[in-house]
């Protein structure tokens, strides 16, 4: 266990240092900085856990330990915007007309996304899905994008914490309204109060960090996650974990949880 956790981290390191993921962020004929190496059991997963649980941690974690590309649809979408007309592919210019009429993008749109993008989950690096599925449908038609691969998922790995916890996580976060760097008022305080370390701008707390902001944010996410939990632990993958405490012992629980 240990002596494969330290190998697979080196080759995470250098994979996450330098790899631009330009094979899942442009899609087509792109290909990426740094090639994986291929394994006989690549890690294939699948991250979800609420706003506040620290899963952005976690994924940083995991593609450096296990040696993974972290694939998330967020990402693809935000750099589609800067991408020029000519590397712009039909999924990517049809997300854009929605995201600029400020509309949700729908599920087709973002599975279409994800089917341009196939030569990444056949990746014999293996992958950690963030932020896709995020409905029973989505998850669905995934299975079936993958089954036509030959391509099994591993796990689902669950993130969970109390509502109360990340209330108290969110609500103590303040970001800087100039450089957008960000603090905590217990866990991340900045030098001096209310002024970024970093660019000397004010920290403010974000709407959407407020309290009673907080507890609509994670009614919606347990509407709309839930099925889908209930869904993948129908299909024996589910693996919960608690994100309570430091991310390196959540991390190693995680670990842990894999192995077993």
Not at 27 to 51: E, M, V
Not at 190 to 204: A, E, M, N, S, T
């Amino acid at each position: 266990m240990q002596h494969r956790a330290t190998s697979d981290r080196e080759l995470g390191d250098t994979m996450n240092e330098k790899n631009d993921r330009a094979a899942w962020i442009k899609a087509g004929d792109a290909q990426c900085s740094i090639p994986a190496k291929p394994r006989a059991l690549p890690p294939r997963l699948i991250l979800l856990g609420a706003p506040g649980v620290g899963k952005g941690t976690q994924a940083e974690l995991l593609c450096a330990g296990l040696g993974v590309c972290q694939l998330s649809t967020g990402d693809v979408l935000r750099a589609a915007k800067c991408l020029c007309e000519t590397e712009r592919t039909p999924a990517i210019n049809d997300a854009l007309s929605y995201m600029k009429r400020g509309d949700l993008v729908p599920d087709d749109t973002v599975l279409n996304l994800v089917r341009e993008r196939m030569r990444c989950l056949r990746c014999r690096g293996g992958f950690l899905l963030d932020g896709f599925p995020r409905t029973v449908p989505q998850a669905k038609a995934l299975g079936e994008l993958l089954e036509n691969e030959t391509i099994r998922i591993n796990a689902v790995l669950n993130y969970t914490l109390p509502i109360a916890t990340i209330v108290e996580r969110l609500s103590g976060r303040r970001t800087c309204a100039n450089c957008k760097a960000v603090f905590h008022v217990s866990a991340r305080p900045p030098r001096v109060i209310d002024v970024c370390d970093h660019c000397g701008g004010k920290l403010v707390q974000r709407e959407d960090d407020r309290p009673e902001a907080v507890q609509v944010r994670m009614a919606a996410y347990e509407h709309s996650t839930k099925p889908l939990i209930e869904y993948y632990a129908d299909h024996g993958l589910i693996r919960t974990i608690s994100a309570e405490g430091e991310p390196e012992r959540i991390y190693e629980r995680t670990l842990a949880v894999l192995d077993a």
